[in-house]
């Protein structure tokens, strides 16, 4: 049963950072779709960034394109989001979630309804 887990969330101020990491187990299959949503409250989930495991292609949402940065370390399998210049409006639940398909198919990227999995979430809060 695959398992994911978030954690390095916080609180921290405006234009600070933080990184966040989703470690994966339960499958074998180094080639997927991972990727980071998040919900504030009221509003509806959205999709942040996403990883192509299998050869390293990534896509960010246009409100953290040039802050935010998906990487990938397959020997932990894991997955990060290093977030810099956060801003109040970064403030929400994180979650990532994984696809057994490649980031094109099956789905846009950013729709959740693409994803198998889900981890628990790691909450981010950016205020002064």
């Known amino acids: 049963q695959v398992r994911l887990v978030e954690s390095g969330g916080g609180s921290v101020r405006p234009g600070g950072s933080l990184r966040l990491s989703c470690a994966a187990s339960?499958?074998?299959?180094?080639?997927?779709?991972m990727g980071w949503f998040r919900q504030a409250p009221g509003k509806e989930r959205e999709g942040v960034a996403a990883?192509?495991?299998?050869?390293?292609?990534?896509y960010y949402a246009d409100s953290v394109k040039g802050r935010f940065t998906i990487s990938q370390d397959n020997a932990k399998n894991t997955v990060y989001l290093q977030m810099n210049t956060l801003k109040s409006e970064d403030t929400a639940m994180y979650y990532c979630?994984?696809?057994?398909?490649?980031?094109?198919?099956?789905?846009?990227?950013?729709?959740?309804?693409?994803?198998?999995?889900w981890g628990q979430g790691t909450q981010v809060t950016v205020s002064s």
């Open positions: 990883i192509y495991t299998g050869g390293g292609s990534t």
């Open positions: 339960g499958y074998t299959d180094s080639r997927k779709c």
């Open positions: 979630a994984v696809d057994w398909k490649a980031c094109w198919v099956g789905g846009d990227w950013y729709e959740y309804s693409k994803y198998k999995s």
